[in-house]
């Protein structure tokens, strides 16, 4: 994949360049702050050129609209044209961030770029300098067209779904369980390469760092949200669907009981809660939701809601995909339902 510059979607500059509707110029005949102006001038524009990018609000269909929207040829990329506009604005609006965000996004010219970039200074140390790793990471997502669209699905699901993301730069900066999901895409890959020692080396520094820890043989599907990541163990035989969140502190491990493929299959739209701990070679449904804090030892059917220690159905969902909609409070159906069984 070529690298994007800035003239390769020229629907956006064009866009920005040109004259504000009518709601926009309502706005500027209400402020008198020209920087509060160009914020929110440029905001709206982008609304208008990529809605799904620029409003971060759960859309089930999102992943398919970006995967249409980003040309792997070296073409469009909106994603990356929204992460240079919202550095730009940060610049404007904070200049003592302006040389950060230079050095770590606009003097680049395509998300790959940057984000080897980012990645690489948060895992840096005396031993493992922020050059060599920039130049490993580059060379494994440059040339992988699915990293490619991962790591823009896993941007998109970031902003659509944790109330926290401000924006796909914010993402892209500062979100942790972002940086190690891309670093184990990267380690997966190398994994396969047969190189195996790098990427157990690039595994246990992003543990370190990051507080995550993914084998670098475990299979993870796109469009995923880590959210805080902190504590999250996901074990060598684990794999995980597309379109999962994911709650700081899950553990997808093994029994202790089995060999070879031990570890939990998680399906396509889950939703695992805060500390739920999952073990063994046992198969997550697609659209299924574990409870936060809960210990699951069986399979859980497509859509169903589990929850307690250790975890049984409490009932079934109505939507597809919760890990779209971040409902996961079981709190109340759980007690209801324990109450009408007469056990409390």
């Known amino acids: 994949m070529a690298c994007m510059s800035d003239d390769s979607w020229v629907s956006l500059p064009s866009m920005l360049a040109g004259p504000l509707p009518l709601g926009a110029r309502e706005l500027q005949n209400k402020t008198d702050e020209p920087n509060n102006f160009r914020f929110l001038s440029s905001a709206y524009r ?3 050129v990529f809605p799904v990018y620029a409003m971060g609000t759960p859309n089930p269909d999102s992943d398919s609209v970006l995967a249409s929207s980003f040309d792997d040829s070296g073409g469009a990329d909106p994603i990356w044209d929204a992460v240079r506009q919202e550095a730009k604005l940060e610049a404007e609006k904070e200049p003592i961030l302006s040389s950060f965000l230079y050095a770590s996004v606009l003097s680049h010219d395509c998300l790959e770029q940057a ?12 031993t493992l300098l922020a050059t060599q790793l920039t130049d490993i990471f580059c060379d494994v997502m440059m040339h992988d067209k699915g990293i490619q669209r991962s790591i823009r699905l896993d941007v998109q699901a970031f902003k659509d779904r944790d109330p926290a993301c401000l924006s796909y730069c914010s993402a892209l900066l500062y979100m942790k369980g972002y940086h190690a999901l891309q670093v ?3 380690a997966h890959a190398l994994w396969g390469e047969g190189r195996q020692v790098l990427a157990s080396a690039l595994q ?27 504590g999250m163990v996901i074990g060598e035989t684990a794999i995980v669907g597309n379109r999962v969140s994911l709650m700081h502190g899950v553990t997808l491990g093994g029994s202790g009981k089995e060999i070879g493929d031990r570890h939990p299959k998680i399906g396509d739209g889950a939703l695992i809660g805060a500390c739920a ?24 059917p497509p859509h169903s809601m589990v929850a307690g220690i250790p975890a049984n159905a409490i009932g079934y969902l109505h939507e597809h995909d919760p890990s779209l909609s971040m409902k996961h409070d079981a709190t109340k159906d759980y007690f209801e339902h324990i109450a009408a069984r007469g056990n409390i």
Request: no cysteine.
């Open 46 to 48: 982008l609304e208008r």
């Open 115 to 126: 984000l080897a970039f980012v990645v690489a200074n948060r895992l840096q140390n005396p």
């Open 184 to 186: 184990h895409r990267v």
């Open 204 to 230: 246990s520094r992003a543990s370190e760092v990051f507080g995550v820890d993914i084998h670098p043989a475990a299979k993870i599907g796109e469009g995923i949200l880590l959210d805080h990541g902190t």
């Open 277 to 300: 701990t999952i073990l063994g070679n046992i198969r997550i449904g697609k659209g299924a939701m574990v409870a936060a804090g809960s210990l699951v030892l069986k399979e859980v």
